[in-house]
């Protein structure tokens, strides 16, 4: 506690006690936005496993803070121009913090344990496209694919891709002991209270870290997390709310971090309904919604108005120019249509008060086409039952429904395919507009099938291009990622993907 | 008396079965599929099903019932569908926190009610006593989550006296207590209030006026302890409430408790955990019913067991 | 003030409530006590009699009253006279209990069911005398001593619900008196009491009060308790004194018309001597009314009886010991006859405990009961179903002591009245309602007072509306449990009339239940008494009241009081003890009555059982 802290402290100084200026050990402590789940970025999908587990597990290929492929554990890597083959030259001189050395046998002890479906893993389904690993030399890992997969690269770079110590994988629960490679050592975990790491001393890259511990906190609550920071109790807020940043931008000791983020709100427009087959009605509800005054409403200004299906960080955007709103043209659409006088809807959504926000102003938005939308938000383990566990594409009961994704590959491909191709339809992915269209699925399948970059990103134009003038969802913001965080804190940071970064935390005295 | 107490603890067993079925049945047939809720968002179909053959969540209800009364029965509580964690050794880890909360909020607004309970009371009309009804209303009425942010806006982010949240040490315990116990307080003394109001028209307290008896000792000793049963009960039911866990203070002062438990167990269907922990609260209160109900006996001697 | 006054109330003036709504609840009162002398202020509820009481402890403040003018001296210990009414809330303090002492109508409440009997009078010892703890137990053990509680040593330890209502009353009296005080307050101290135990305690108050050399105020509205204990009397109506003398003149040639009235509708045990059938009271002023009845018709006893029960048998288990075995059972009713004919009222008179409101609950079944026979207007009911139950029920109505508890605070009368009708699907709403109407004026009340809620009306109207409630349904016998004993004697008196009235009129059969002997004598045309759950005696009222054969029903008619102070009985026996328990170990039940017939339907039992006397 910061108040008996500094009284026990004034109280040494005052008792005059011949200490030396006390080697103070620098702390960093992190108030994260959910509970942490599982140690194991293998048997996870939240982002706030993945931002714990990246200071103690490494992957062989990174993102820097812009989503740029950087590597980690590997050096260099390729693909093989057909897509099926991918090599990776791994770094020398690694160790475990168990002591295991780091080679291409324990690479392929991780990638063969995702690879396994019979695991049951969170992400088994990543490389449920791998067919073997080879291991040709000891510094060297070579996938052999089942079939093409362009956006192979991407899917190692993802942050549930990490190298667990191989003796830790046979001998210990790796949900809750994780042994890795990283500059911070695993220490403790309390569920629902705390995670504490702690430095590494033989850290592969010797410069680093410069913290000795590191301590997350789960802390549900933003007004309790923004408390946090001001108090100094933590130096590091994952998540701000955006209503709350005020509070921190007030704070001399305090900085609101923001950046552009790769999750695209769309409200789907279910393409089943006749009333969404025309594709003049698509481009009308575009048209009618101001996507600023949007932006404002729910998200007090922090986000981007989408230009594109995909957001400006993710790999293989193209900008298509973005709508902008048009009443005059909306309505002239709708008339074309035959619906001059409007039609009722009824749009799904989340419960919380950010759902609601957008439901509700959505609906206003509606009405100036004379659209009477009907607003249902929903609970979300309810919602997640209706949308993603029994839903039929021929009886969905939604005319619309609200939704964000985002790519954790930084892959256009994890953007496109499971959103905007018919594989996608829900339950099976996400793809809530039922929107199917021969180009776009042409178009993902070729991007999938070369390793060539520039083929990949032709390909994905033309899908970006196509889904645009379909327009199978009304485009609504991209949110911007926020944080907060004391001034003089630096190598701590958010990523656009909502994971975050802390490896190279440092102080600055 | 140890035969009625014998008594109405084998009286829980059939009580805590019924709750269990209900318990099982109301859970179950909340919308909201664990599996999914595991996989996220954002997971495929294929991730799902991985998710729930690894859980046995395919298996019939009537066996997964079975199951959980077979876990009960050998108060092994099985695992957290979520964490994989044993449930006995979660709730035991979250019960603590949640205790001590409980009784620290119960200590400070069971006395801070019955005082100022008393002095409204015999201060029966007067501006004091609207003043002290009109805080009570207030503290009833206040949102918890509100009081709570505004203590700790206070006492941590401007005073910097006390830690804003978590649970490291005893002094921790004070802003979430006291945000806790306002309510509480505050029913405490509208009731106790009442109760006195009621005793003072006895003919008992008559008497002790016509023996010569101090004001004092009239209110105090032969008023308050007669009061006593009906603010015992409530005590005793709010105790059981705050023994639950409060969500909403919990939340905001990230109290590792049952309450967040409860909440994430809730949020992630967590079907093993929030069975275990409604059985739990089931049983607490059961068991804080049966101490009040033995504690009227020691407050009035005049109360028999039968 | 005179040298022998202890007490003098000069132009007392009391007031409750804020000037807006301001009630004077005694005006312009002027009394005295002498040193050592019994004064009664006699009258009925809101005569302001207690109200006098409270403002002479300074007490009516607490309860919202106040002195609003006139003077109260009090000669202490010391000779000095101090003014009472102005004295500080200290200074009124440390009187209270020390000079002067209060005793309570409720011995029940009076005490403090958490606290000791012990705790309770030390409390009161040690607030005004300066003694140690262990000294304060031994003036405490001295004083219950002093007021005949045998095995005070144990008393001290009790809590207040172990001990009975007559020993309640002696701790009282003993705390009362644990400071010696000069001046005893006793307001209505018997009117919840036994006969018999109420002559104790007057007895105890007597002897006490020559003992001590104290003076008593006593407060009541029973002029049989007058006529027994008073020097003096003062006769308070409506905040007033009324009348005061001597105890011998107000009896023998009372002045005022209210103390005639008062006196008139006083129910004297003997009054009826020579009479057989029952007679109405008279009440002054409504003596034309009374003329007016038509004698009773002759009940046909040759005919089949109303109600026959056989054999009634109620006992409560109590559970003691491990596993809830039942070691004592409570015999409340124990192999009961009754016969009850058409248009009859029969008396069933006992002391609390006796098991005669037990047996009222028993015949409809309200408590666990079983019987060898009933039968009910010829109709066998032994093995009650549910549905003869139920016309059981309907043809059997309650009016029990406290109609306040039995009405529901939240429903007019008319709907109260109506209910039972409505239950029982008698009517139809419209019907009921009308119907409700009418039984209020049947009852003397007005048509318009069924729109009222319970707490507008006095107690006696309330009685009227309990009684018109039960007459709903049509009943052909009404259970009446103390219907009058929480009535004021003349309002006692009218409503007894009404239930006679209603009688003759509707047909009705009572069963009368009561502890007072001289109202059941009034009211019966034969009497049950009733002693440990069983019938000791029982006949033709006057057989029973002018040749009681039990002995237990001679002490009864002994202990009641008698309004006629030339009759005092300062010699009666003095009996300590408690009455004896129908709790009984299981396997030893009590020896069941038989019953011999000493003259045509005169049945006593024979008292081989040695019960009685074992008190």
Known sequence: ?509 | MLNYFLRRLAAMVPVLFLISIFVFLFIHALPGDPARLLAGETATQAEVESIRRALNLDQPLIWQYVDFVANLVTLDLGNSLRTGEPVSQMIARAFWPTFWLSICALVWSVLFGLVAGVISAVRRGSPGDHAGMFLAVSGISMPNFWLGLLLMQYFSVHLGWLGTSGFDEPSDLILPSLTLGAGVAAVMARFTRSAVIDVAREDFIRTARAKGLRERIVIWKHALRNALIPVVTMAGLQFGFLLGGSIVVEKVFRWPGLGSLLLDAINFRDYAVVQSEIMLFSLQFLLINLAVDMLYGFINPAIRYK | MNAEHLLKIEDLDIRFGKESAEMRAVKKLNLHVNRGETVAIVGESGSGKSVTALSVMRLVEFGGGQIAGGKISFRKRDDSVIDIGSLGPEDARLMRGDDIAMIFQEPMTSLNPVFTIGDQIVEAVMTHQAKSRSAARATALETLEKVRIPDAAQVMKRHPHQLSGGMRQRVMIAMALSCRPQLLIADEPTTALDVTIQAQILRLIRELQDEEGMAVLFITHDMGVVAEIADRVVVMYRGEKVEEGDVETIFAAPQHPYTKALLGAVPCLGSMKGTDSPEPFVIPGQEVAATEVVPAEAIDYSADPLLSVRGLTTRFDIGEGLFGRVTKRVHAVEHLDLDIWPGETLGLVGESGCGKSTTGRSILQLVDATSDRLTFGGEDMTRLSASSLQKLRRQVQFVFQDPYASLNPRLTVGYSIAEPMLLHGLETKQNAFDKAVWLLEEVGLSADHANRYPHAFSGGQRQRIAIARALGTDPKLIIADEAVSALDVSVQAQVINLMMDLQKRFGLAYLFISHDMAVVERISHRVAVMYLGQIVESGPRRAVFENAQHAYTQRLMAAAPVPDPAVRRRDMRMITGEVPSPVRPIGQPPVINTMDEVAPGHLVAREQARTVDAA
């Open chain 1, 1 to 509: 506690m910061t108040f008996l802290k500094r009284a026990a402290l004034s109280a040494m100084l005052m008792a005059g006690t011949a200490l030396a200026t006390p080697v103070l050990a620098e702390d960093l402590k992190i108030a994260m936005d959910q509970i942490f789940q599982k140690m194991d970025p293998h048997n996870s999908n939240y982002n706030v496993d993945y931002s714990v587990a990246s200071g103690v597990l490494e992957r062989l290929i990174t993102f820097d803070a812009n989503m740029k492929l950087v590597p980690q554990l590997a050096t260099e890597w390729e693909g093989s121009d057909d897509a099926k083959t991918f090599t990776f030259k791994l770094r020398e001189g690694v160790t475990f913090h168990d002591g295991t050395p780091f080679d291409a046998a324990a690479v392929k002890a991780n990638f063969d344990r995702l690879a396994d479906q019979s695991q049951n893993l969170a992400k088994n389904s990543l490389f449920k496209v791998v067919d073997t690993v080879e291991t040709p030399d000891d510094y060297t890992v070579v996938l052999n694919l089942k079939e093409p997969f362009g956006a192979m690269i991407n899917t190692v770079a993802h942050p549930s891709v990490v190298i667990h110590s191989p003796k830790a994988l046979e001998e210990l629960d790796v949900q809750k002991n994780p042994v890795g490679t990283g500059p911070f050592i695993f220490k403790e975990w309390i569920p629902g209270e705390r995670v504490v790491l702690e430095k590494n001393d033989d850290y592969w890259d010797s410069e680093w870290p410069k913290v000795d511990t590191v301590t997350f906190y789960p802390v549900t609550e933003s007004a309790t997390r923004v408390s946090m920071l001001l108090s100094d109790e933590v130096q590091f807020v994952h998540v701000l709310p955006a209503e709350l940043s005020e509070r921190v931008e007030n704070d001399d000791s305090a900085e609101v971090l923001e950046v552009p983020g790769i999750t695209v709100w769309t409200a789907s427009l279910n393409m089943l309904k006749d009333k969404f087959k025309d594709q003049r009605v698509r481009r009308a509800f575009n048209l009618a919604v101001d996507q600023e005054a949007f932006i404002d409403v729910v998200y007090s200004g922090h986000g981007v108005v989408p230009d594109s299906p995909i957001a400006p960080d993710t790999r293989f955007y193209e900008s298509q120019g973005a709508f902008g709103t048009d009443l005059e043209e909306a309505r002239a659409l709708m008339k074309e249509a035959g619906h001059e006088d409007g039609f009722d809807v009824e749009i799904w959504g989340i419960n919380n008060s950010t759902g609601v926000r957008m439901l509700q102003f959505l609906q206003q938005q509606l009405s100036q086409i004379n659209v009477r939308a009907k607003i249902v938000p929903m609970e979300g383990a309810t919602r997640s039952e209706k949308l993603f566990s029994s839903v039929d594409p021929e009886t969905a009961e939604f005319d619309m429904v609200m939704g964000g994704w985002s790519p954790s590959t930084g892959d256009a491909d994890w953007h496109l395919r499971p959103v905007y191709a018919t594989e996608g339809w829900v339950p099976k992915i996400y793809n809530m507009a039922f929107y199917s269209n021969e180009t776009v699925d042409q178009a993902i399948a070729d991007a999938l099938n070369t390793g060539d970059a520039d083929a990949r990103a032709e390909a994905y134009a033309t899908a970006q291009k196509q889904i645009w003038e379909d327009a199978p969802a009304v485009w609504l913001a991209i949110e911007n990622k926020m944080a907060g965080r004391k001034k003089g804190l630096s190598g701590v940071f958010q990523m656009p993907d909502g994971t975050m970064q802390y490896a190279k935390a440092e102080y600055q005295n």
